[in-house]
């Protein structure tokens, strides 16, 4: 049993590496946050442990480390993933060039090309083998074409090999016999078998998210061989070492190294915020939040209904196709750190390039000289120059203001405090729009939903988001600049499984559908143990794929019921009538004298693990200090204000603050306008309302 004494979440983002360490005997939690680094990630990481143990946290009381991480994310948008080699199916190797037929961005673009290939026609390899569309067995693999082409490859310098034969879904035996042929030759190379990372119908997507998976495998290898070694070394020596994954959910440092669980950490690093939102704010993510997660390069916005952070199954990144759950959410590149610039025309644009935390905004005073959101809100009195994390970083005000004024407010015949404002309101106008289209294609009413701002920049915006929503709440976390590590103590152990089989639901018994269930659960028990986690305390959920006859795309359609729970005709019945009111929900209409054919059966499997538990904050004490620590000009859209500056920390439960207002705290600073007032609530939030 684990008695240790600490917990810690650890969130690497664009600028800043935010940590967040529970102690479980007081319940209090502690914040750091350091420059990440970006040439290699651990660094900040492991800077960040050692703050705590120079404090006094004995490194050997961390009982349990999770982290959310871009570091395959950036991989693939920086293309710095490793050499892959394609096995295919012979007959099928133009699937990668030919793909899905559909062409991203503009239709009419005439220079319009693909995105380069993962394993070029030079390292895709045909393989005699074929299984039809059963799983039956029409052709034999050829294993001495296997270990030619395996010869081939290595010679060739691959770094990691990816199997995709047709219909391996149905039949993987090809596939895993073709692994065990490749290790004979090439012991240590990597291999992604599509028949693991994503055993589902259609080519494209299967081979798509494999060669993904093959792409980012020796990166994450890499990556957590390097942070467990920093780990060790700073004599964290805990086991419980998680990953956030895609889907909210964590899985064990192992888990990420192979068995073609890789590309679960695409989107590793803005789900933990969306988690945090659905589990911390409960009570208003069953009546509808919207999280903007501003950083330092970017901005994530998710929506949270009935508790739950909406999903989806397929998604894209880098323009490439990547087909594995994850939390619904839209990324744009609007952060503290998005440098404004001039176009040939003369107009101001914000992003998407961003100064990073290497030199980071121009006010950072490291060497940067490009205007940023930052150095927007430093000249226009959001941020105090002198309290930047609490004090222990001062901004270059000075400097703020000689990047706008040279690269914008000179060229553009304006004043600074014009420029500036110019800047926020089109970073501000971007993310409104953003939320505003995201809402839009999934059918959600913004009028009753509740804004929760968070990330180092989301509370300075957040207010002039939601007056261009019409949103007439916002909620700020108390820790908003470290919320997302604070996700990474608020989630389970997830995995998640699928099977295709096409077939009409009207033809599939409860016996068939319970034997394929059982044969997931089974083989999730058997991962489970392989991870040191125990398969006795597992919850499983189950979903059915539906669609109607002849339909191109299917609905994730949850099944009643425990899994202990034998499924009936009853259960089958229930499914299609909740795939009709789903249907009719996201689309408008549903067709229910139309028959329904199951194309893929899902499993979720939850483990628990402790979490942290939110209290209901302290008494107003007649000993705390004023909260209002002073006064400070500030320009809003351009018109000079006098805002009241309060001390988050000061702020009882019940506090009022009206607008104009600065709260400022170690993490974040909120920006509360005029028309607007707040109050911290018994959670110890600041709840802002238009008055």
């Known amino acids: 049993m684990n008695t240790a004494r600490y917990r810690l979440g650890v969130d690497v983002g664009g600028t800043h590496t935010d940590l967040v360490l529970l102690d479980t005997t007081t319940g209090e939690l502690a914040v750091e946050k350091v420059a990440s680094t970006p040439s290699n990630p651990a660094l900040g990481v492991l800077e960040g442990i050692a703050r705590f143990i120079a404090k006094g946290v004995p490194p050997s009381q961390i009982g349990f480390f999770a982290h959310g991480t871009t570091i395959t994310t950036n991989a693939l948008l920086e293309m710095r993933g490793a050499k892959v080699g394609l096995f295919i199916t012979e007959g099928y190797r133009a699937v990668q060039e030919v793909q899905n037929q559909a062409r991203d961005g503009n239709l009419f673009d005439y220079f319009y090309s693909k ?177 903007l997660d501003m950083g330092g390069t970017s901005a994530d916005i998710a929506f949270i209904e009935g508790g739950a952070a909406l999903e989806v199954t397929e998604a894209v990144i880098a323009r490439r196709q990547v087909d594995v759950p994850a939390l619904d959410m839209a990324t744009i590149s609007a952060g503290g750190g998005s440098i404004a610039w001039l176009d040939g025309g003369g107009f101001l644009n914000v992003g998407p390039q961003s100064a990073g935390a290497d030199p980071g905004p121009a006010c950072y005073g490291r060497g940067g000289l490009r205007p940023t959101v930052t150095d927007a809100d430093v000249v226009s009195g959001y941020l105090n120059p002198n309290y930047f994390l609490g004090g222990a970083q001062t901004l270059d005000l000075a400097a703020a203001r000689a990047a706008l004024e040279t690269h914008i407010a000179r060229p553009l015949r304006m004043d600074t405090i014009a420029a500036a404002a110019g800047i926020q309101r089109i970073v501000d106008m971007r993310m409104a729009d953003e939320v505003r289209v995201f809402a839009a294609k999934r059918g959600v009413d913004l009028s009753a939903f509740t804004l929760l701002p968070f990330g180092g920049a989301g509370a300075v915006h957040a207010a002039a988001v939601a007056e261009e929503l019409g949103i007439r709440r916002i909620l700020v976390p108390p820790r908003p600049g470290a919320f997302s590590a604070l996700g990474l103590l608020c989630t389970d152990v997830v995995h998640d499984y699928i099977r295709s089989e096409l077939r009409s639901l009207a033809e599939t018994t409860a016996e068939h559908a319970e034997t394929i269930f059982r044969e997931l659960e089974e083989a999730a028990r058997g991962e489970l143990a392989a991870e040191g986690m125990s398969a006795a305390e597992a919850r499983f959920a189950r979903e059915l794929d539906l669609r109607y006859s002849g339909q191109g795309y299917e609905l994730r359609t949850p099944l009643g019921g425990l899994s202990l729970e034998r499924l009936t005709a009853a259960s089958l019945r229930a499914a299609r009538e909740r795939f009709d009111q789903r249907h009719a929900q996201i689309h408008g209409h549903a067709a ?100």
Not at 175 to 197: D, K, Y
Not at 225 to 253: E, H, I, K
Not at 649 to 670: C, K, M, N, S, Y
């Open 592 to 691: 229910k004298e139309r028959p329904v054919e199951v194309v893929s059966y899902r499993l979720r499997v939850r483990v628990a693990v402790p979490k942290y538990e939110p209290s209901e904050a302290a008494a107003p004490s007649p000993r705390n200090a004023d909260p209002i620590k002073g006064q400070r000009a500030i320009w809003l859209d351009g018109t000079r204000l006098q805002a009241s500056l309060y001390e988050r920390g000061r702020l009882d439960v019940g506090a009022a603050v009206v607008g104009p207002a600065i709260v400022e705290q170690f993490d974040a600073t909120t920006l509360i306008p005029p028309n607007w007032s707040g109050r911290v609530d018994r959670h110890g939030n600041l709840v802002l309302a238009r008055q």
């Open 115 to 291: 995105p380069p290939a993962i394993a070029p026609q030079r390292l895709t390899k045909e393989i005699p083998e074929r299984c039809d569309h059963a799983g039956r067995v029409l052709r034999e693999l050829d294993r001495d074409a296997v270990r030619r082409a395996v010869r081939e490859l290595k010679a060739a310098g691959v770094e990691s090999i990816a199997v995709c034969y047709l219909f391996s879904f149905m039949n993987p035996v090809h596939e895993q016999e073709t692994r065990a042929l490749i290790h004979e030759e090439f012991p240590a190379v990597p291999v992604s078998l599509s028949s693991e990372v994503l055993p589902r119908i259609r080519e494209w997507p299967r081979l798509s998210t494999t060669l993904l998976n093959a792409y980012l495998e020796p990166v994450i290898v890499r990556y957590v061989a390097d942070l467990s070694r920093g780990l060790d070394a700073a004599a964290v020596r805990t086991q419980q070492r998680f990953l956030m994954q895609s889907n909210g959910g964590v899985m064990p440092f192992s888990a990420a190294i192979g068995g073609g669980r890789t590309v679960h950490t695409l989107f590793s690093g803005p789900a933990a915020g969306a988690q945090a939102s659905a589990y911390l704010a409960r009570e208003d993510a069953q009546r509808g939040l919207v999280t």
